[in-house]
T-cell receptor, first 114, second 117 residues
Framework: KQEVTQIPAALSVPEGENLVLNCSFTDSAIYNLQWFRQDPGKGLTSLLLIQSSQREQTSGRLNASLDKSSGRSTLYIAASQPGDSATYLCAVGGYNTNAGKSTFGDGTTLTVKP | EAGVTQFPSHSVIEKGQTVTLRCDPISGHDNLYWYRRVMGKEIKFLLHFVKESKQDESGMPNNRFLAERTGGTYSTLKVQPAELEDSGVYFC???????????????FGPGTRLTVL
C-alpha cells in the first residue's frame, strides 16, 4: 500500500526566500507524481506533473524533482511571493493495477510574509 | 477550455437523507475520478471511471455510496443514507488518456463540501 508523507506540515518564510518542500513515498513503482496547490476553500490547481521516467520538471519559479529509487520528490520555489501562500500537495500516481489512482500526502501549508 | 465543474458547491443534509453530487469533467477526458477529504485527513481516492466503465472502485467506503457515469460524460455520486462520518469535501478530477503518459495529468474541480448533521 502506497503511503505519501510531506514534510514540513507548515512553513513560514519571508518574501523573497527560496524554499524546498519535500514529499516521500513508500512504493517506488509509480506511474507519475503530481504537485498541486490548494487555496483555502478552493479546488486543487495542478502545478507540475513528473512522469516516472523523468527526473524533473520546471515551470516559471517552480522546479520539481523526482528520485524514484529513494522514494522522494522535492518542489523548489524560487524567490517566494505572498501570492505563493497556499497548501501544497503531492500526489503519487499508481502503476499497473493502480494506474490512474493517486495517493495524496497531507500537504505543506506555506505562508510567505511580505 | 472549461475546467472540471462540480455541483453543488455546498450541501447540508441531515443524517439519513440522500444527497447526489454531480461532476462534469473537461470535455474529451475519458478518465474521471472521485476523491474525498474528511476532516483532518488526507485526500483519498474513491473510484475511477474510464468512459462509462468503473475501472477501480477500491476506495468506495461502503454500499451507501453509488457512482454512475452514464454515457461516459458527467458523473454522479449518491450517498444514501448519509451518515455523520460522510461529512467532508468531495473532489472530482479528470484526465485524458492514462495510457498516454503525457495525458495523465489530473485536473481537479473545486469540490463539493458536504455536511451531514
Amino acid at each position: 500500500k502506497q503511503e505519501v508523507t510531506q514534510i514540513p506540515a507548515a512553513l513560514s518564510v519571508p518574501e523573497g526566500e527560496n524554499l524546498v518542500l519535500n514529499c516521500s513515498f513508500t512504493d517506488s513503482a509509480i506511474y507519475n507524481l503530481q504537485w498541486f496547490r490548494q487555496d483555502p476553500g478552493k479546488g486543487l490547481t495542478s502545478l507540475l506533473l513528473i512522469q516516472s521516467s523523468q527526473r524533473e520538471q520546471t515551470s516559471g519559479r517552480l522546479n520539481a524533482s523526482l528520485d524514484k529509487s529513494s522514494g522522494r520528490s522535492t518542489l523548489y520555489i524560487a524567490a517566494s511571493q505572498p501570492g505563493d501562500s497556499a497548501t501544497y500537495l503531492c500526489a503519487v500516481g499508481g502503476y499497473n493495477t493502480n494506474a490512474g489512482k493517486s495517493t495524496f500526502g497531507d500537504g505543506t501549508t506555506l505562508t510567505v510574509k511580505p | 477550455e472549461a475546467g472540471v465543474t462540480q455541483f453543488p458547491s455546498h450541501s447540508v443534509i441531515e443524517k439519513g437523507q440522500t444527497v447526489t453530487l454531480r461532476c462534469d469533467p473537461i470535455s474529451g477526458h475519458d478518465n474521471l475520478y472521485w476523491y474525498r477529504r474528511v476532516m483532518g485527513k488526507e485526500i483519498k481516492f474513491l473510484l475511477h471511471f474510464v468512459k462509462e466503465s468503473k475501472q477501480d472502485e477500491s476506495g468506495m467506503p461502503n454500499n451507501r455510496f453509488l457512482a454512475e457515469r452514464t454515457g461516459g460524460t458527467y458523473s454522479t455520486l449518491k450517498v444514501q443514507p448519509a451518515e455523520l462520518e460522510d461529512s467532508g469535501v468531495y473532489f472530482c478530477a479528470s484526465s485524458r488518456n492514462r495510457l498516454v503518459s503525457s495525458y495523465n495529468e489530473q485536473f481537479f474541480g473545486p469540490g463539493t463540501r458536504l455536511t451531514v448533521l
